[in-house]
């Protein structure tokens, strides 16, 4: 199995400030075949399901602000809020589709304001 | 605009077999894959299994066996069957899409199952 892990468990960043979450595989998620990493992140807000951010690491999903950001490689990355708003409270989470046998997710992060 | 809505019963007893349905509206079922996720109250999110819309199925190993994940393409819905429920599957449970190798990019609203004596 793939695990993920994040990092930190929960952040408070003032309004205006960068936000920036940690994603870690415990195996390399770029398939050499298409130089692609496979890893998602979403942000769920409290009473509702998930909401796609970012796909193949660093790929927006259409309507996502560009104040969200995915970067990273292989077994590490990293997602960016560049300037937090009121409305990205919000826990969020990583996803590896590797491995289509067992899709596997990150314990999440919570953001809130400080 | 694609959406998801899933259905059934929001309370169970131990032992008893859980059934949802995820209904698909706006698209077809046709190319795509259909999971189903399941988050406990206040914790993260578990992949449940997928289908593909040809009948090809994948479930988490961690479920036991307990799982079946069905499609009826002429109704555009998939269903979900989890055997054998204790409190521990006490969970939202929510329906999604992916493609081939891909994300998540379209959920349900998501259904609270809880399972209680």
């Known amino acids: 199995d793939i695990v993920m892990t994040q990092s930190p468990d929960s952040l408070s960043v003032s309004l205006g400030e960068r936000a920036t979450i940690n994603c870690k595989s415990s195996q390399s998620l770029l398939y050499s075949s298409s130089n692609k990493n496979y890893l998602a992140w979403y942000q769920q807000k409290p009473g509702q399901p998930p909401k796609l951010l970012i796909y193949?690491?660093?790929t927006r999903e259409s309507g996502v602000p560009d104040r969200f950001s995915g970067s990273g490689s292989g077994t590490d990355f990293t997602l960016t809020i560049s300037s937090l708003q009121a409305e990205d409270v919000a826990v969020y989470y990583c996803?590896?589709?590797?491995?289509?046998?067992?899709?596997?997710f990150g314990p999440g992060t919570k953001v809130d304001i400080k | 605009q694609v959406q998801l809505q899933e259905s059934g019963p929001g309370l169970l007893k131990p032992s008893e077999t859980l059934s949802l349905t995820c209904f698909v509206s706006?698209?077809?079922?046709?190319?795509?894959?259909w999971s189903w996720i399941r988050q406990p109250p206040g914790k993260g999110l578990e992949w449940i299994g997928s289908?593909?819309?040809?009948?090809?199925?994948n479930y988490n190993p961690s479920l036991k066996g307990r799982v079946t994940i069905s499609l009826d393409t002429s109704k555009n819905q998939f269903s979900l069957k989890l055997n054998s429920v204790t409190v521990a599957d006490t969970a939202v449970f929510y329906c999604a899409r992916h493609s081939s190798v891909a994300a998540f990019d379209y959920w349900g609203q998501g259904t609270l199952v809880s399972v209680s004596s």
């Open positions: 706006g698209g077809s079922i046709n190319n795509y894959y």
């Open positions: 289908i593909y819309y040809t009948g090809i199925t």
């Open positions: 996803q590896q589709y590797y491995s289509p046998l067992l899709f596997t």
């Open positions: 193949w690491a660093s």
